[in-house]
């Protein structure tokens, strides 16, 4: 059996108990004896028949070792200072020098342990990866029948589709594809996920497309208090990759504009596409506070969060560091500017834009 602690430690079967070594430390071998068994057996099976209780029980058992027990979990075979005030349990330390623990330390242990079994400190990552597979398995086949529902037939339709619908049927649609987006982002937090990262540069999709439905999505979300998203221009342009990355970076973008936009009821964030000779430009404004120049050169970094609004918004800093690596697998160039809206240095306003740049295929 795999060993369950990191100190030895015993299990009840029943009337009977078990002892196992732990993963830092073995149990003493005074508990495989057989002439000990049935004094150690009647004693544990008295501390743990005592029943469930959040607090940690400790002392000294038959043969001289400290326990400690918090509901289920029971360390034993330790050496602790409740055994140095029974000088004939002294020889113990010498001779399991590895057994001698601190008590605060074996209670702090046996407490994050406990809450580490009952997942009140982290999920083991085999039943998050199993959850988020099974999710995805059932967020696809929703998203296969809304689009069914829809009658979708190409992406040239998507559009003029989408707008047909009920509300009820296009709230279905945006759901599916936010469940999408945040089952997506747990693949960012993967090491080296993006230098591993390689798209098929195979097909290429129509950008303005991409783009809209993105905006459309975020102006059906379930928010109350939603803002309005501005949205013009126009671009007939092409790009080769993956069209499902390339939503999910100009969702990144979206989603950073809504989140810092400091009046976002009455001045929403506007999303600008156009296009140049041999470039696609997607500019994504938002009006809040000014981001502080000397932190503009970090905002792309991972983790790196501004000032402006570290205090009142949640945000782990991954964002804009996801995007821009998301726009390099698609030859793009993603970068800041600030533009004010007053020259009053007392107002501390502007419009922060965030632009990406990408070179149009020439197919």
């Known amino acids: 059996m795999r060993n369950l602690y990191s100190y030895p430690y015993i299990l009840q079967d029943k009337k009977d108990v078990l002892f196992f070594d732990g993963r830092l430390t073995d149990l003493p071998k005074e508990y495989r004896k057989e002439t000990n068994k049935k004094s150690l057996t009647e004693f544990y099976n008295k501390i743990l028949g005592k029943g469930s209780t959040s607090e940690i029980i400790f002392g000294i058992d038959p043969l001289g070792f400290t326990y400690l027990n918090l509901d289920f979990v029971c360390y034993i075979g330790l050496i602790t200072n409740l055994n140095e005030v029974k000088s004939k349990y002294n020889n113990l330390g010498k001779k399991y020098p590895d057994n001698k623990f601190n008590l605060l330390y074996l209670k702090k242990q046996i407490q994050f342990e406990y809450d580490l079994v009952n997942f009140k400190e982290y999920i083991p990552i085999d039943i998050v990866t199993q959850n988020l597979h099974e999710l995805r398995g059932l967020n696809s086949k929703i998203s296969g029948n809304i689009d069914a529902i829809m009658n979708i037939q190409n992406e040239a339709e998507w559009e003029d589709k989408f707008d047909e619908q009920s509300e009820n049927i296009k709230k279905i649609y945006v759901g599916s594809r936010l469940i999408k987006f945040i089952l997506d982002n747990f693949k960012f937090y993967i090491p080296d996920y993006f ?123 991954m964002g804009l560091y996801n995007a821009k690596q998301l726009s390099k697998h698609f030859n793009g160039n993603l970068y800041f500017t600030c533009k004010d809206v007053s020259n009053d240095d007392s107002i501390n306003l502007a419009w922060n834009i965030f632009t990406l740049k990408i070179e149009k295929s020439k197919d």
């Open 195 to 317: 230098e591993n990262l390689k798209l098929n540069y195979d097909k290429s999709f129509i950008v303005h497309r991409s783009v809209s439905k993105i905006v459309k999505i975020y102006r059906n979300d379930f928010k109350k208090d939603k803002a309005e998203i501005d949205f013009s221009g126009t671009s007939s342009g092409k790009i080769k990759g993956e069209k499902e990355y390339f939503e999910i970076l100009v969702k990144i973008l979206i989603e950073n504009a809504l989140k810092y936009s400091e009046f976002p009821k009455r001045i929403g964030p506007k999303v600008l596409i156009k296009e140049e000779a041999q470039n696609i430009i997607i500019e994504v404004h938002s009006y809040g506070r000014a981001i502080p120049e000397s932190e503009r050169r970090y905002l792309f970094l991972k983790g790196f969060r501004s000032s402006v609004n570290k205090a009142s918004k949640e945000g782990t800093g």
